[in-house]
């Protein structure tokens, strides 16, 4: 079974401008959710989908948003970027929202914003 | 208070020992537990998870859950140099959100 998969895995920004990542969950997982990871605030929790409708929310601001397709796959949006949102972003899936603390990570899209 | 807090800072095992990982969290309403191991340059990989109050053992892992106390620990018997990473905690809170501490690293020293 393919593991879940997030594009680009590498992306350089300036600030001001606008990124889009994407994620392919795990086959028959329904349930998709976003993380920020850096090295001095760990892994931050941005949002969960679930059948194509955002199920609970991080304390991110609304420069980030995110939305989640039919056939499960996930993209998120961040806009106007500002250097602190320089990090590794992690989309990860699970088979539904019951076991949503059991997550398979894809291997994250690590932005850089100059 | 953070909402789950790994204290300690790197800790260092000789193979073949015994490396104890603890977690606090705040939110007494938190149902799920889990522990997930993330090498240097990789993403994180789920590695256990508990629910109850009391013991659970995966092979060389064993969770503790005391919700009393509201911490949640990790064993990992017969430590090998594989074992070295850094050990998140987790914990599903009363809102349904995830969140992590900031993780321990575990060198495992042959």
């Not at chain 1, 590498?10 to 329904?30: A, D, F, N």
């Not at chain 1, 993380?35 to 969960?48: A, V």
Request: with cysteine; glycine share 10%.
């Amino acid at each position: 079974k393919a593991g879940v998969t997030q594009t680009p895995r590498y992306l350089i920004k300036t600030r001001g401008q606008q990124v889009t990542l994407s994620c392919s969950p795990i086959s028959g997982h329904r349930s998709v959710s976003w993380y920020q990871q850096t090295p001095g605030q760990g892994l931050q929790f941005l949002f969960e989908y679930f059948s194509e409708t955002q199920r609970n929310k991080g304390n991110f601001p609304g420069r980030f948003s995110g939305r989640q397709f039919s056939n499960s796959r996930s993209e998120m949006n961040v806009s106007t970027l500002e250097l602190g949102d320089s990090a590794l972003y992690l989309c990860a899936s699970s088979p539904d929202l019951s076991r949503g603390g059991e997550l398979f990570f894809g291997e994250g899209s690590r932005l850089t914003v100059l | 208070q953070k909402e789950v807090e790994q204290n300690s800072g790197p800790l260092s095992v000789p193979e073949g020992a015994i490396a104890s990982l603890n977690c606090t969290y705040s939110d007494r309403g938190s149902q799920s537990f889990f522990w997930y191991r993330q090498y240097s340059g990789k993403s994180p990989e789920l590695i256990m998870f508990i629910y109850s109050n009391g013991d659970k053992e995966d092979g060389r892992f064993t969770a503790q859950l005391n919700k009393a106390s509201q911490y949640v620990s990790l064993l990992i018997r017969d430590s090998q140099p594989s074992d070295s990473a850094t050990y998140l905690c987790a914990v599903k809170r009363g809102n349904n959100r995830l969140a992590f501490g900031k993780g321990n690293q575990v060198v495992v020293i042959p």
